[in-house]
């Protein structure tokens, strides 16, 4: 019974419609092109990674609800791979929504170099 527990766990985590309903990856924003942009462009862009970053901040505590069960499962059923390969899955998601947030932020201060530079004073 402990095993089929655990496994049971990891098919209803592992399953695509499972994260698709509960932890939903934020959609990354368009930003505009600092060079030709005006102010309410500008604006509504910082608006707009803002409002990214908020949804990723959601999406990363929801992988983290998820996490420590997953963890709790793979430990207590080391010789099962799928519990691991969950694990393993969780944390490669939360990374890349560390480092799509850093790369939306990136491009953003990238057009607002370019805004600034076309927009002196």
Do not use: H
Not at 77 to 93: C, G, H, K, Y
């Amino acid at each position: 019974m402990n095993l089929i527990k655990p496994s049971l766990f990891c098919l209803a985590l592992v399953s695509s419609a499972a994260f698709a309903e509960d932890c939903a990856i934020p959609e990354v924003p368009t930003l505009p092109d600092g060079a030709t942009a005006g102010e309410p462009e500008m604006l509504a862009g910082q608006t707009a990674v803002r409002a990214y970053q908020a949804a990723n901040t959601s999406y990363r505590v929801c992988l983290d609800e998820k996490m420590e069960p997953a963890e709790q499962a793979a430990l207590g059923d080391e010789s099962d791979p799928a519990l691991a390969n969950a694990v393993a899955t969780l944390n490669n998601q939360y990374n890349a929504s560390v480092a799509a947030e850093e790369e939306i932020a990136v491009k953003f201060n990238t057009e607002l170099r370019a805004y600034k530079a076309a927009n002196p004073g």
